[in-house]
């Protein structure tokens, strides 16, 4: 162990501990006082800082979103934990991600399931995680450049997906149809008005839990208010 490994470790379990406070401040939307120790214990282990510049290592572990480049952020510790929560995720499921960004979530998601499919529609952005889940040593994560709207019909169903920008106004169809039976989407939507979509949305978007029964029966649950960047749809048509 390096010179820093400890005072990473340190700075980690303090950001646990306050994923945990604002878990219990938050119970009332969430319905419970504190996540599945599964997905806790991967916050505790995966090294938040390999997915921010160097120059930022001293406060990769705040409870906050930062700025990675490319007008993009990684998501605050709480939201990763929360989604990662909300999509109940076992040890053999399969999982899809949309907007990889820094793959930190894809690397959370990853020390749940058995394999994790994550979808990013910047190209830097794409090659830069894939480089970078490989580094940290992932070998169950597979990154795709695309319009992640569309999903990845050629390794659908999942048991799982989580959507980490906010759709507009609907569940992307495309989604929904590669969910499998019993299956959990976690996607956030804003349901701001057009005119007022740029460039404040975020006290208008929802977290959405998107639940397949058995039969293939489907129901939602807003969770939360969140602020996404916007999931950009039919960009690439
Ligand atoms: N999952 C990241 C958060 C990424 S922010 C984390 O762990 O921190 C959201 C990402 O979604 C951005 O990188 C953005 O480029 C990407 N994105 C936006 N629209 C998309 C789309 N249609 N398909 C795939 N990725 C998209």
């Known amino acids: 162990m390096g010179k820093g490994d400890g005072e990473m470790q340190a700075a980690r379990r303090a950001m646990v501990q306050e994923i945990a406070d604002e878990v219990r401040a938050t119970r009332k939307h969430l319905g419970k006082d504190a996540l599945d120790p599964r997905v806790m214990a991967a916050m505790g282990k995966v090294a938040r800082h390999a997915f921010v510049p160097q120059v930022n290592w001293s406060n990769a572990y705040e409870n906050r979103p930062q700025p990675i480049g490319h007008g993009q952020t990684i998501s605050q510790p709480y939201m990763v934990a ?21 793959g930190y979530q894809s690397a959370v998601l990853a020390e ?21 889940l490989r580094g940290l040593g992932y070998d169950n994560i597979d990154v795709r450049i695309g319009d992640g709207a569309l999903g990845w019909p050629e390794h659908a169903p999942f048991d799982a997906i989580v959507v980490t920008a906010a759709a507009w106004h609907r569940v ?14 976690v996607v956030p939507v804003d349901r701001s008005k057009a005119a007022a979509r740029y460039p404040f949305t975020a006290q208008r978007q929802d977290l959405l ?11 939602e649950r807003s969770v939360l208010p969140v602020a996404f960047v916007p999931l950009v749809e039919g960009g690439t048509g």
């Open 82 to 102: 929360v989604m990662s929560d909300l999509a109940a995720v076992a040890p053999a499921d399969r999982v899809l991600e949309i907007g990889t960004g820094c």
């Open 112 to 132: 749940l399931a058995a394999r994790v499919f994550t979808i990013e529609v910047v190209p830097e952005l794409a090659n830069q995680a894939a480089e970078r």
């Open 172 to 185: 992307p169809p495309a989604l929904i149809e590669q969910l499998a039976p019993g299956g959990r989407l």
């Open 209 to 219: 839990l998107v639940s397949k029964d058995a039969r293939g029966k489907v129901s």
